[in-house]
């Protein structure tokens, strides 16, 4: 069984928080909103909690987990080294939609960092995440609260579509603001690394650092280890077959399949059509519309994709690892 609580975005009860972290507490899994997407939480101190995490969403080991903590305070004390640049950017962005990457320490359960020396520590925005892992005293593990490789959720009500049965209790504070993961980025080196695209960019990061930012645009398998979270070449992706195109490609949409414009418009001739114009609003609405096309049974969904440009960076990297370009 799983149980729903819905608690108010800014003002969560604090006895729904309770509960919920005492499930926490028992190694249970609790799933709720940050700004990014639903998480699935577990007590990233419990190996047996955390080990549930995996096997809910049939996740690879090999994916490691993010450690969400309360404060700045709270990730240093968590963290085996804080590194300057760790420090100036947890100053100038945190709460907010980024990770970063640091050494762990022996307390958290081995499992959170798939085998790696290193962890990745976020602060989320939302009063209801924040309050949740304060109620609990120790950083909750959270990946997407989905099956593994299916578009991320970011209402509740994806959560129920997944892992009903799976998650022991669903905290719905509505949907999410920023609709895609966060930013990650390695700090655990001389040179800040940036692992998977996010809500932040990379030029927002050099500007935070005072330096340059390499960009580690990774594809692996599920087989080989991954040094951040969302760099598999699948990902993301809806349970019907899908398909890219850049702008300009003929496409040969059928009357079958559902059209999925990201970007500035252009002329379509499917009979389903979605447009996606706006990089901060396309972000936020990606995962639900991919998953509404889904629900609709199309032959295949057809994705043109957004301009090669910085501010379309991340919503390219989500479409890139959901879909495949055509025979």
Do not use: C
């Not at 700045?72 to 962005?93: F, H, K, S």
């Not at 695209?197 to 594809?219: F, I, K, N, T």
């Amino acid at each position: 069984m799983t149980t729903l609580h819905r608690v108010d975005r800014d003002a969560p009860e604090a006895a729904v928080l309770m509960t919920a972290a005492d499930v926490l507490g028992e190694g249970e899994l609790v799933a709720f909103a940050t700004e990014t997407v639903y998480g699935l939480g577990a007590d990233a101190t419990q190996p047996d909690a955390v080990a549930k995490i995996f096997a809910s969403k049939g996740r690879p080991q090999t994916n490691p987990l993010i450690a969400h903590v309360a404060s700045v305070e709270m990730a240093r004390a968590w963290a085996g080294a804080w590194p300057v640049a760790a420090q100036r950017i947890a100053e100038a962005l945190w709460p907010g939609p980024i990770t970063l990457i640091v050494p762990r320490v022996d307390a958290l359960a081995p499992a959170v960092s798939a085998g790696l020396d290193t962890v990745g520590l976020r602060v989320p925005a939302p009063a209801v995440a924040r309050g949740l892992i304060e109620a609990l005293g120790r950083p909750v593990a959270a990946p997407s609260a989905n099956r593994s490789e299916h578009v991320s959720p970011t209402t509740a009500q994806h959560v129920l579509d997944d892992l009903r049965g799976r998650v022991h209790t669903v905290l719905d504070s509505g949907p999410t603001a920023v609709g895609i993961e966060s930013t990650v980025v390695d700090v655990s080196g001389p040179t800040p690394r940036l692992l998977r695209r996010g809500p932040v960019s990379a030029q927002a990061l050099e500007a935070v650092v005072g330096g340059a930012v390499v960009v580690v645009d990774a594809h692996v398998d599920g087989a080989t280890a991954q040094s951040s979270p969302g760099q598999s070449v699948r990902h993301y992706a809806p349970d019907v077959p899908t398909v890219r195109f850049e702008r300009g490609q003929p496409r040969g949409v059928g009357p079958a399949d559902a059209l999925l414009v990201v970007g500035p418009a252009v002329e379509s001739g499917a009979a389903a059509v979605v447009m996606l114009e706006e990089p901060d609003g396309a972000a936020r609405a990606l995962y639900a519309t991919l998953r509404q096309l889904e629900a609709r049974s199309p032959n295949r969904i057809v994705i043109v994709m957004p301009p090669r440009t910085a501010a379309w960076a991340a919503v390219r990297d989500r479409l890139v690892r959901a879909s495949v370009t055509p025979a």
